[in-house]
């Protein structure tokens, strides 16, 4: 019994150092995806802007 509680014991230590570490990390990753977001945004925004002034715009 005291072999299996060392053992959870130390697989509960690594999982909860595992997810400090995410913890930590994740809102920079957020933040980093954020500004690549933006970025793609305006250029589907300037291509929609292109498409409807297009005067090849067949009908």
Same mark, same amino acid.
């Given at each position: 019994? %005291?072999?299996? @509680?060392?053992?959870?014991?130390? *697989?509960?230590?690594?999982?909860?150092?595992?997810?400090? *570490?995410?913890? *930590?990390?994740?809102?920079?990753?957020?933040?980093?995806? %954020?500004? !690549?977001? #933006?970025?793609? *945004? !305006?250029?589907? +925004? #300037?291509? +929609?802007? @292109?498409?409807?002034?297009?005067?090849? =715009? =067949?009908?």
């Amino acid at each position: 019994m %005291n072999v299996f @509680a060392g053992t959870l014991g130390l *697989i509960l230590m690594v999982f909860l150092f595992v997810l400090g *570490i995410l913890w *930590i990390l994740v809102p920079f990753l957020i933040m980093g995806t %954020n500004k !690549r977001l #933006d970025k793609l *945004i !305006r250029r589907v +925004e #300037d291509l +929609e802007r @292109a498409s409807k002034v297009s005067p090849n =715009k =067949k009908k």
